[in-house]
């Protein structure tokens, strides 16, 4: 849900041109890759628990982050700083989700536990979409800095409770 925002926010608070706000997420991208790169590489050595802490962790500190440049008015460049640690944070901890569903199921559960994981991740993506699209738009406007501190304060505390969640998830095994 932060992510739809990233570039709205440098175009209309900053006015960032299109195609450097949207850099801004290609940089978090990049972090994304990189981070999966470097869980994949380390393979048994990070423990899934680890790196699922770990990354909801940088989640919340990027995020917490884009909320500060927005709601302090600090310089753009720091959301594209933040938006690499966010991506960091999901590049550790998305792939491990995974692993731990198929871990954790029976072996004639697998299709259906996986299943269940990716309508989950949908659902959970597009609820956070929605909930951050009607705060925004029943805020004020685009011109206004108060939708776009609203909806990274929301989306701040989504990231949080991953965070708690995280903190329940024990090695399988």
């Not at 790169?37 to 990354?55: F, H, I, K, S, Y």
């Not at 550790?92 to 989700?97: A, E, F």
């Not at 909930?131 to 701040?156: H, I, K, M, R, S």
Request: proline share 3%.
């Amino acid at each position: 849900a932060t992510e739809i925002y990233v570039p709205f926010l440098l175009q209309e608070q900053y006015d960032v041109a299109v195609w450097l706000s949207g850099a801004a997420l290609t940089v978090g991208a990049l972090g994304w890759a990189g981070a999966s790169q470097v869980q994949a590489r380390l393979g048994g050595r990070l423990a899934n628990p680890v790196a699922l802490r770990t990354g909801a962790l940088l989640l919340v500190a990027g995020i917490g982050l884009v909320l500060a440049t927005a709601a302090l008015e600090l310089t753009p460049w720091l959301v594209g700083v933040a938006w690499v640690v966010a991506g960091r944070g999901m590049g550790l901890m998305y792939p491990r989700i995974g692993i731990l569903v198929l871990e954790s199921s029976a072996e004639d559960e697998q299709g259906a536990n996986t299943a269940a994981m990716s309508i989950a991740d949908a659902a959970g993506g597009a609820t956070a979409i929605s909930l951050t699209g009607l705060l925004f738009t029943g805020l004020g406007t685009a011109a206004d800095l108060a939708p776009f501190v609203a909806v990274f304060v929301l989306a701040w505390a989504l990231a949080v409770a991953a965070v708690l969640v995280s903190r329940r998830t024990a090695a399988v095994g």
